[in-house]
């Protein structure tokens, strides 16, 4: 069965400094993953993908992740935060051909951006 | 309209009541996802649709749980004899076939008092 897992639940950092999120996935073929971010109020709303190619992907609102197959891994960054990124923040993966539409998130991690 | 719409947007129930939440999604997308969330946590997968018919309902947590999909675009979910547990966010997400991008609405609040 695939699963994710987001160690941290808070993080607090400065505006303009950079961010790291922690996504660790367990799933037996090549995932699909995702970002997710969803503010107060809305929807979920799609931040990057990995489908396969390239490890280091680029998203919207200027965030990246790199897939890292050897440490199952799926870390969300961003070199300069604003204070509009406070949200939280939602790691997924969806497998192949057995649990096809079938996404698994992980509980979030709130990202909190001190003035 | 633009994305996926579900209404109501806020629902409060009394425990044993039927309630039905709805999703519109966005058209031509094929695939139709329902997850729940519950406070704190991640959304968790219900049911998916591909077309007219449910292709992966293993996420229902009991019989209460049902949803349809007749014409292959709005789905409504349903829910019998309501618990104070199944008060959650209902979010209803849709893509243009599986496993690829997911767009979500905003979700239902389901309130069970």
């Known amino acids: 069965a695939q699963s994710v897992t987001q160690p941290d639940i808070h993080i607090t950092v400065s505006e303009g400094a950079s961010l790291e999120l922690r996504c660790n996935y367990s799933y037996g073929a090549t995932p699909y993953l995702f970002w997710y971010v969803q503010s107060p109020g809305q929807g979920l709303q799609l931040l990057l993908k990995y489908f396969s190619g390239d490890t280091l992907v680029q998203g919207i609102k200027g965030f990246e992740a790199e897939f890292k197959r050897s440490q199952s891994s799926f870390n969300l960054r961003k070199p300069s935060v604003h204070w509009s990124d406070a949200a939280e923040y939602f790691c997924a993966v969806v497998g192949g051909n057995t649990n096809a539409g079938k996404s698994t998130f992980g509980d979030g991690t709130t990202l909190t951006v001190k003035p | 309209g633009a994305g996926v719409s579900q209404t109501p947007s806020n629902k409060v129930t009394e425990k044993g009541k039927y309630v039905e939440l709805r999703c519109d999604p966005i058209s031509g997308h094929t695939a139709l996802y329902w997850y729940r969330q519950s406070l704190g946590q991640g959304p968790e997968f219900l049911i998916y649709f591909q077309g007219t018919g449910a292709a992966d309902d293993s996420g229902l947590p009991n019989d209460r749980f049902f949803a349809v999909r007749p014409e292959g675009s709005v789905s409504t979910l349903k829910i019998q004899r309501t618990e104070r547990g199944d008060s959650a966010v209902y979010l209803c997400?849709?893509?243009?076939?599986?496993?690829?991008?997911?767009?979500f609405g905003q979700g239902t609040r389901l309130t069970v008092v």
């Open positions: 997400a849709s893509s243009r076939t599986v496993n690829t991008e997911a767009f």
